[in-house]
């Protein structure tokens, strides 16, 4: 039987005969869904359940109940939770299990009016009673947003969280608009910070709560990749969250529109709603692009032919067909596509187009939206390469506490030429910024496979500029011979054409291994990391190996296979310091991820002779050295850079011995182990499997069950995005604005 604890964010399902109950539980690791017999469950409300993972044929992962029972956030979990929080300095988590151990309930009295009384508790003296009576002061704040949020059953772990985020204007952001919270605070969703808004008294109909429901719904739709949504589905969906009529949301809609929260667009007599910044986006992709490919150049008086032939013998290549293409389109063009799939001959063209501009004094500059694959740009072009984020200068302008790009239209990055690689991952937000950053003049030449899975944010910018057949795309799609020796590239073509692929060939790089139930799947992996391939292919376990999961939930997801992984390739050893974390152990030497772009976050080298700034999502790191006392994880990036996290900064790291899918964007890795099992359908489809299989550069392992893998080929549903950009790119066409 598992435990699990956490507060009811949704209640999807409620059979009032018999109490069974469908509902979503939310804590700081994840949102599950539970179901079983709750008859007295209400949103809002902190629980721990106690039960087992099951999966239902129709409905995926679920967490069958057996037995439920309320946590009160002022218990003394509440106040423990409060204690070893990292904010009262001086107390770690052993410590605070002393205090509430000794004073049960009566912690908080006793620290605030009695705190002599603290050394009663083995450990505590007077210098750690002075250092806990001043940071408990300097935590006014947090305490008192504990005390007025826990009546909302809001538990103390959520509280940090929202302090975190809005510091000492919390309860006044609160009172003044509850549902700021589910915009801004993982965890806390629409329902909780309507739970508020009830007990506040707002009405279910007031203007307020329906705009604000209206722009949540927006809001929420932006994670499935929608840039917009047709206005009737987004009154069946506001209409089901807040349950009140269409009239009444209608009118919220224009009144949200009228004051500039939303844009109503009518493209072929049906209304798209949506949110500002995406509007301006879109259009703002367009009409830039336009700029750019308009832009009519003076001859460089080259011979390309020539220029092409150069380069050619100097490396002693002969380039395809579509890759010469590719070049000419590149020097003529003022923007242009290259896509392809692996081992098409992207870099190749990359590099011969940079060499041609460079031998023609021209400047160039290359971009690419993460930073592994800026860095892998590097390596492949042996010239330097940013990330966007540093190419528009991502900064703090005077007088802003906004971090924003200080590259724009009024002061344009300063290049003759700009290659964008991996632009399957840019969203449309960014893609803005980086063209209007981009003056008519400069060439732009975007590369990029865009059978990958879309970007994480919205928009499916790469696929609608190349469908759209207004951008001038050069598709490269002969594999070289040295490719084609390649299991993993064949296969990944295979992949894409929904074609059974070659298996355990000998002597090659793919290889199933078949194996039946989850428990044998999970040891096969261990075995495998652990012990066979590092001996075999003479391998690092933690650095040259990655598994990447679909799912985060279940016995295969990313989650559990942490737990089990960490066990054995980072076992707990005498002289490896760890601490506990929410339910997680870090570490020495445990391998973990940047889970969000943090664009300020410090790093220095060990002799401090080098530093810089910014950490980003999707970065793989090792954790170096824990310092107890001063509560910091210091975390080892790129062999060099070492950031240290706070405890109250953990929420930023996973461990990452297996990471997902979607995380794995833009990385590649020695060898990819990938279970194949069962998971939802639309975590079982083509281009999840084929992003996973193009990480990997020397050897890839599938394990599981053969069915599941020729279910994912043969699942080409992508999940279709709300989005305009292809459309309207063809618009401006047919109104002449676009020469071709
Ligand atoms: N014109 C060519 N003639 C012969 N070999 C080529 C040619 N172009 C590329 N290759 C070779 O084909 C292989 C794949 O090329 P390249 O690395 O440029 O492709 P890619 O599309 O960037 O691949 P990936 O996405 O897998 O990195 C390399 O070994 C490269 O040397």
Redesign the pocket.
Known sequence: MERIEGMISDIVFKNEDNGYTIAHLANSDNEIVIVGCMPTLSVGESIEVEGKWVNHKTYGTQFEVNKFMPVTPSSLEGIYVYLSSGMIHGIGEKMAKRIVDKFGVDTLNIIQNAPERLKEVDGIGSKKINQIVKSYEENRELRNIIIELSPYGISPNYCMRIYKKYKNKAIKIINENPYKLAEDIRGIGFKIADNIANKIGIEKDSKDRVSQGILYTLNQSLGNGHTYLPKNILLQEASKLLEVEFTIIEECIISLAYDQKVHIEKVNGEQLVYLIPYYLSENGVCKQIIKLAQFEFENLNIDIEEEIKYVEEENN????QN?SLAVKEAIENGVVIIT??????????INTIIKIFENNKKEVILAAPTGRAAKRMSE?SGKEAKTIHRLLEMGYATDSEELQFMKNEEDPIAADVIIIDEVSMVDILLMYSLLRAIKPGTRVILVG?SDQLPSVGAGNVLKDMIESNVINVVR?NEI????RESMI?VNAHKINKGEPLFLNSKGKDFFFLRKGTNEEVMQEIIGLVNERLPKFYKLDKLKDIQILSSMRKGDLGVTNLNNELQKYLNPPQKFKVEENFQKRIFRVGDKVMQIKNNYTKKWENEDKSDSGEGIYNGDIGYIYHIDKDNKKIYVLFDQIKIVDYGYDELDELDHSFCTTIHKSQGSEFPVVVIPITWAPPMLLSRNLLYTAV?RAKKLVVLVGDVKYLEYMIKNNRINDRYSNLSYKLNKFREEGLLIK
């Open positions: 290549i002969k380039l395809a890759q392809g799939g692996p081992g098409t001959g992207k870099t190749t063209t492949t496979d490269l070289f011979r040295q490719a590239v193009t």
